[in-house]
């Protein structure tokens, strides 16, 4: 129900919040440079335009207000947030199908 998620946690050394839930909500992430606890998730989402990430609070809120004054820049990343999402979905029938063989024994 947002047009942009702000992951506050991760302006500062906290570590970042899980930012596949916004971005499967087609909802576009401002990061911080804190994003340790969620570090491989979090380049992968920058690369493919689905979270920006930012130095610190001030830029963060900057960014969230230039994003949505520009209508279509929002919708750009929100549909780069759906398409990141979909990429990596399925990860609970991964593990699954990955342990079949040890539960059939």
Same mark, same amino acid.
Request: aromatic share 4%; proline share 4%.
């Given at each position: 129900?947002?047009?942009?998620?702000?992951?506050?946690?991760?302006?500062?050394?906290?570590?970042?919040?899980?930012?596949?839930?916004?971005?499967?909500?087609?909802?576009?992430?401002?990061?911080?440079?804190?994003?340790?606890?969620?570090?491989?998730?979090?380049? !992968?989402?920058?690369?493919?335009?689905?979270?920006?990430?930012?130095?610190?609070?001030?830029?963060?809120?900057?960014?969230?207000?230039?994003?949505?004054?520009?209508?279509?820049?929002?919708?750009?990343?929100?549909?780069?947030? !759906?398409?990141?999402?979909?990429?990596?979905?399925?990860?609970?029938?991964?593990?699954?199908?990955?342990?079949?063989?040890?539960?059939?024994?």
């Amino acid at each position: 129900m947002s047009d942009v998620a702000l992951l506050g946690g991760s302006v500062e050394p906290l570590g970042g919040q899980n930012l596949i839930e916004a971005a499967a909500c087609g909802c576009p992430v401002i990061m911080g440079p804190h994003t340790f606890n969620f570090a491989e998730v979090s380049e !992968l989402a920058e690369a493919a335009g689905a979270a920006r990430r930012v130095a610190g609070m001030d830029e963060a809120v900057r960014s969230a207000c230039a994003m949505l004054a520009r209508p279509s820049t929002q919708q750009h990343a929100a549909q780069a947030s !759906l398409g990141f999402a979909a990429q990596h979905r399925g990860a609970a029938a991964n593990t699954v199908q990955a342990l079949a063989h040890f539960l059939e024994r």
